[in-house]
């Protein structure tokens, strides 16, 4: 069985200030891929990352980047120098090789910048 | 950019009413799977389908639930009875080929049992 937990249910930040949203992940599978996704108020799922489970390198995209730890399951992700446009809720998810390649999304988690 | 698309964007029904909510996946894409969202909550999977049958479905996809892919282009979901429980936002995605590859989400469908 598959799970994501994120454990943060809402932040609130002011404008430019860093935030990290955390996802710890379960599964059985030794070959997986990790997501994150944003869901803006107008209610789509945008893809933001993929990661798969041999890859341990960090990556940055602009003002975004995403801590992967295998020895801990999470996949942590990083917003810099935060923006009232990044106001959403994000999710991150889960999929593997043995269960069909389905996603298993976490809670996920409601973030709100303030200007 | 090719995109998934939905239809409708809201559709509101009475209960007991069957309601089928369209998809188009983009052309090159192999697989094809509906996901739901209860107001507030996460993203659940119902049902995958890939070389014109089922491959994978959750405990919610119930007989209640079909999918189909009448044609070429058109992946439809279909709530043969609907319960006041299945108010929800029903998202499509898809994926190219390999199981490396992204699933690509729709804009989703708001369905509203009343």
């Known amino acids: 069985a598959q799970k994501v937990t994120q454990a943060q249910t809402e932040i609130s930040v002011v404008e430019k200030e860093d935030v990290t949203l955390d996802c710890v992940y379960e599964t059985r599978d030794t070959t997986y891929y990790l997501f994150w996704y944003k869901q803006p108020p107008s209610g789509e799922l945008v893809f933001l990352i993929r990661?798969?489970?041999?890859?341990?390198q960090n990556e940055i995209s602009g003002r975004y980047s995403w801590n992967f730890q295998k020895s801990t399951s999470s996949f942590n992700f990083t917003i810099t120098a935060s923006q009232v446009v990044d106001s959403a809720v994000y999710f991150c998810?889960?999929?593997?090789?043995?269960?069909?390649?389905?996603?298993?999304f976490g809670g996920g988690t409601r973030l709100m910048v303030k200007p | 950019e090719p995109e998934v698309t939905q239809t409708p964007s809201h559709q509101v029904t009475q209960m007991g009413q069957e309601v089928i909510l369209r998809c188009v996946p983009i052309?090159?894409?192999?697989?094809f799977y509906w996901y739901r969202q209860i107001l507030g909550q996460k993203v659940e999977f119902l049902v995958s389908f890939y070389n014109n049958e089922i491959s994978e479905k959750s405990e919610i996809f119930d007989d209640q639930f079909s999918v189909e892919r009448p044609d070429g282009s058109n992946f439809t979901l279909k709530i043969r009875s609907t319960k006041l429980e299945d108010s929800a936002m029903y998202f499509c995605?898809?994926?190219?080929?390999?199981?490396?590859?992204?699933?690509?989400f729709g804009p989703g469908t708001r369905l509203t049992v009343l």
């Open positions: 995605a898809s994926r190219p080929r390999a199981s490396t590859d992204t699933q690509y």
């Open positions: 998810a889960l999929s593997a090789n043995n269960a069909g390649n389905m996603l298993t």
């Open positions: 052309s090159n894409h192999l697989y």
């Open positions: 990661r798969n489970s041999f890859d341990e």
